[in-house]
């Protein structure tokens, strides 16, 4: 089940109070049970807000529909928030339709839900955007049961994703799932987690079927693994490879990919013409990938991606593309067609250079025995030159020369040749190639405001990384992003206005903004004196790993660092009396270093945090969480300052 957010909805619903219970009518209600009103607290999850009593999803991959119905029970105020139901939906990919919903009074009244639920954009997290229906269930209590039922319809080829999430940020009392397979191709299922007690997945009449009691809340912890990799899970993956055996499924797939690779971009003709035009004779070899990757990149993608808006999609009525030479013919592919094709040049520039499927690991963590094609869900190009490897993604908008979207780093994935490929790892670019510097100057004011110019220059993944999250916004919505990561990073009440217009759709490995600073009351009066933190933009760390218990392993999506360099202009008649000694933390995957300077009456403050490292087990917490202290602690120290005559007279 996925999690209900509180939401604001500006009309409520007309109520309708029927009858008492137990009551089964056409919307399919199940009945309730005494126990079930009666219940205030669950003793498998003590001091619940909430917990789902009942759940039930039924899958129907020849219909291609999903039906889904959940009984929650409300347990204390906090859990009255869950009348607040989001049903989250892709639109590309499904609709949802025929919700029916009601409350259920502790005294067993029913109030229905009679209103229409609305379409809204969800932000989930970070790059994680979703439609949703939302509704407002009536008159929910302490004490009050919440229920809905609703259809999920699926477009054809979305079918064939199936899964079931058993986990939920509730407790679930009792659940019971089915599917009924696709009768195109042969399907089969892998589960992990099963809560004590649960069978495990069986077919009987027909259906795959599921019953499982007393599933733990779903926990979430800052910088954790991806949930789907965490969560009690069943997922079911239709192939026609029959083969049950790791190696020879993974042969037998690498073969056929390779196939289909080999098919698409053997027009060496076509490929030597084009590259002829591309490079120079005296060309070493990485000016000649250089020049290529750029050729790539120029290509338009068509409206065969999903990323397009619906405006493109409806402009561009696109020819298929069968083979590279249709894509230089006609100046357009998709994401992946555009990886191959830079493949393909790369080849014809007397390069070696090998097709790569790699699992992007922002959804799970790849396993070689799950055996699932489809989880090689990203295309890159392995070049060798002199020996050294390289991985290139000229598919993905943006991506810099060198440079993979932090999902294909640090990541399983299979190099494809005529005997099936071979498996390597994508390397993970270290904090000296994706980091965020933060250069300001600014003046101190004689009432100790802070007010100046800030340079941010995102480098590496962190450009790249805005410009995806950012690609279809317009200039509005991106300004406001961007001012408001700024304000997560500096004291609450400050003023941020962005000046400039970043380079929104470049592959360069930068992105610039300038802002406008303002930071009201940033030095402090203490009697006569006035003291100033040297950690202007210490925020974002603040509440990082404050809790003593550690569930899950760390895990950060790729290395990165903040590089701060801040010059603070004093009034002319203020002094340092006092400044803090260098802080130097120099650990082997995290490191911490401030220096405070007075040159001739500006403060001049460096600091530099480094994280070098994906993934840490929870073993490690405690140290990590003794460093973040540190941290908090070093952007604490105050420098000393006597303000002049007129500032001290105030």
Not at 242 to 270: L, M, Y
Request: aromatic letters at 10%; one cysteine or more.
């Amino acid at each position: 089940m996925n999690r209900r957010l509180l939401v604001l909805i500006c009309s409520l619903c007309a109520c309708a109070v029927v009858s008492l219970l137990p009551v089964v009518n056409a919307d399919e209600w199940q009945p309730i049970s005494a126990e079930e009103l009666k219940m205030t607290s669950v003793p498998e999850a003590p001091g619940a807000p909430a917990v789902v009593l009942y759940r039930q999803v039924d899958r129907d991959d020849v219909g291609n529909h999903e039906y889904n119905y959940l009984r929650i029970k409300i347990l204390t105020e906090e859990g009255r928030n869950y009348a607040n139901v989001q049903i989250p939906f892709y639109k590309e990919n499904e609709d949802v339709h025929s919700v029916k919903a009601r409350t259920i009074r502790p005294d067993g009244t029913i109030v229905n839900f009679d209103g229409k639920p609305l379409d809204q954009m969800i932000v989930k997290a970070k790059g994680v955007k979703y439609m949703a229906k939302v509704l407002v269930l009536p008159d929910v209590q302490v004490g009050s049961i919440i229920e809905y039922h609703y259809m999920r319809q699926l477009k054809e080829y979305y079918a064939f994703e199936s899964h079931w999430i058993l986990s939920d940020e509730l407790f679930t009392r009792h659940a019971k799932f089915s599917l009924k397979p696709s009768e195109y191709f042969p399907v089969r299922w892998t589960w992990q987690g099963l809560p004590a007690g649960t069978a495990a997945p069986k077919m009987e009449g027909g259906s795959v079927r599921l019953e499982t009691r007393n599933v733990p809340a779903f926990q979430t912890e800052d910088y954790m693994p991806p949930p789907n990799e965490l969560k009690v899970r069943v997922d079911f993956v239709y192939s026609e490879n029959p083969e049950s055996q790791a190696d020879k499924f993974w042969k037998k797939e690498g073969k056929k990919k390779n196939d289909a690779v080999e098919s698409f971009v053997g027009k060496r003709k076509a490929m030597e013409q084009a590259v002829a035009q591309i490079v120079a004779p005296g060309d070493t070899p990485e000016v000649k990938l250089q020049k290529i990757y750029a050729r790539a990149q120029q290509i338009r993608r068509d409206n065969s991606d999903a990323e397009m808006t619906e405006q493109e999609m409806k402009r561009n009525k696109e020819k298929k593309i069968n083979n590279v030479e249709d894509m230089l013919k006609n100046g357009y592919g998709s994401g992946s067609e555009i990886t191959w094709l830079f493949l393909g040049l790369a080849r014809a520039a007397g390069l070696e250079a090998y097709p790569v499927l790699v699992s992007a690991r922002n959804e799970y963590f790849f396993h070689v025995s799950v055996l699932d094609a489809s989880r090689l869900n990203a295309k890159v190009v392995l070049v060798r030159i002199n020996g050294k490897d390289s991985y290139y993604d000229p598919g993905t908008p943006f991506a810099p020369f060198g440079i993979l979207p932090w999902p294909e780093t640090g990541s399983h994935g299979l190099k494809l040749d005529k005997d099936g490929g071979s498996w390597i790892d994508t390397p993970v670019p270290t904090s000296e190639v994706s980091n965020i510097g933060r250069k300001a100057d600014l003046k101190l004011t004689q009432e100790g405001s802070l007010e100046g110019k800030l340079t941010i220059t995102f480098a590496g993944l962190e450009a790249l990384d805005r410009r995806l999250e950012l690609r279809k916004q317009d200039a509005a919505a991106r300004k406001k992003y961007m001012e408001d990561e700024v304000r997560a990073v500096i004291p609450a009440g400050s003023d941020v206005e962005m000046k400039n217009e970043p380079e929104w759709s470049s592959s360069a490995p930068t992105l610039v903004a300038t802002f406008e600073l303002k930071v009201p009351g940033w030095a402090s009066a203490a009697g006569h004196r006035a003291l100033v933190p040297v950690g202007l933009f210490g925020a974002e760390e603040k509440h990082v790993f404050e809790h003593t218990a550690r569930v899950y392993p760390i895990y950060f999506d790729f290395p990165t660092a903040r590089i701060d360099d801040v010059s603070i202009e004093l009034p002319l008649d203020w002094k340092v009396t006092s400044m803090p000694p260098a802080h130097i933390d120099a650990g082997k995957v995290c490191s911490f270093n401030t220096k405070a300077e007075n040159n001739k009456g500006t403060l001049h403050l460096t600091r530099n945090l480094n994280i070098d490292v994906v993934s840490l087990d929870t073993k490690y917490y405690m140290a990590l969480r003794n460093f973040f202290q540190t941290v908090r602690t070093g952007d604490e120290q105050q420098i000393v300052l006597q303000p002049g005559s007129a500032a001290a007279a105030n």
